[in-house]
């Protein structure tokens, strides 16, 4: 029986440690990311300037009429023959053309379409490291459902960010498991423990009140 609580306590013990070392360079960019987010603050400066060019495509024809992920199939179609490539964030019409925001991480990139002259331009920015970092932070966000993760490495950025907080959650049990076996350990984790449930229902009391 003991030899099967050591084995657990190891087993335990050593996937707190790689899982944690695992995800680590995830949980550094979420943390870094969200002071920038808290304070809508960007190092070493801001966004590029904008650099546009017009290039004549073949557009799908009813591409107006579409809806949803139909469209948004269609409008691929148009960024693969110019060499465009990210999530589009939406496709919105506007004066005869489309408007469509194309999002990757460090760039901005707006679609103008436009179907009765079978042309488009492309406007596209930079916007740095730091940038990207936030885009990821909020990708893929909860807004337009229906066609969000309309790019492969959103889908696979989403599933990455889904993993880390089930980790998260494994090693923040593992932790509570590895605290209450080691008696050494118990009074510290008591003082450190109550100091942070004190200080989250203080904040949860201001954030109430």
Same mark, same amino acid.
């Given at each position: 029986?003991?030899?099967?609580?050591?084995?657990?306590?190891?087993?335990?013990?050593?996937?707190?440690?790689?899982?944690?070392?695992?995800?680590?360079?995830?949980?550094?960019?979420?943390?870094?990311?969200?002071?920038?987010?808290?304070?809508?603050?960007?190092?070493?400066?801001?966004?590029?300037?904008?650099?546009?060019?017009?290039?004549?495509?073949?557009?799908?024809?009813?591409?107006?009429?579409?809806?949803?992920?139909?469209?948004?199939?269609?409008?691929?179609?148009?960024?693969?023959?110019?060499?465009?490539?990210?999530?589009?964030?939406?496709?919105? %019409?506007?004066?005869?053309?489309?408007?469509?925001?194309?999002?990757?991480?460090?760039?901005?990139?707006?679609?103008?379409?436009?179907?009765?002259?079978?042309?488009?331009?492309?406007?596209?920015?930079?916007?740095?490291?730091?940038?990207?970092?936030?885009?990821?932070?909020?990708?893929?966000?909860?807004?337009?459902?229906?066609?969000?993760?309309?790019?492969?490495?959103?889908?696979?950025?989403?599933?990455?960010?889904?993993?880390?907080?089930?980790?998260? %959650?494994?090693?923040?049990?593992?932790?509570?498991?590895?605290?209450?076996?080691?008696?050494?350990?118990?009074?510290?984790?008591?003082?450190? %423990?109550?100091?942070?449930?004190?200080?989250?229902?203080?904040?949860?009391?201001? %954030?109430?009140?």
């Amino acid at each position: 029986m003991q030899t099967i609580s050591r084995q657990i306590y190891v087993w335990t013990r050593n996937l707190h440690l790689y899982f944690g070392l695992a995800i680590s360079p995830f949980v550094l960019l979420f943390s870094i990311s969200l002071i920038f987010l808290n304070h809508t603050w960007i190092p070493l400066g801001g966004p590029d300037r904008v650099r546009q060019f017009t290039a004549a495509v073949s557009i799908p024809p009813g591409l107006e009429h579409l809806e949803g992920m139909a469209r948004v199939e269609k409008v691929k179609e148009v960024m693969r023959q110019i060499g465009v490539t990210g999530e589009v964030s939406f496709v919105r %019409l506007n004066d005869g053309g489309l408007i469509v925001p194309v999002q990757k991480p460090s760039q901005e990139i707006t679609l103008h379409i436009f179907p009765q002259n079978n042309t488009v331009t492309v406007e596209r920015r930079n916007t740095g490291i730091w940038d990207a970092m936030m885009y990821l932070h909020k990708s893929p966000g909860p807004h337009l459902a229906n066609i969000r993760g309309n790019w492969v490495y959103t889908r696979i950025w989403r599933w990455a960010a889904d993993a880390t907080v089930y980790l998260l %959650l494994f090693i923040s049990a593992t932790g509570i498991y590895l605290w209450l076996i080691l008696k050494a350990e118990r009074k510290i984790g008591l003082v450190i %423990l109550g100091a942070g449930v004190i200080s989250f229902m203080g904040v949860v009391y201001v %954030l109430c009140a």
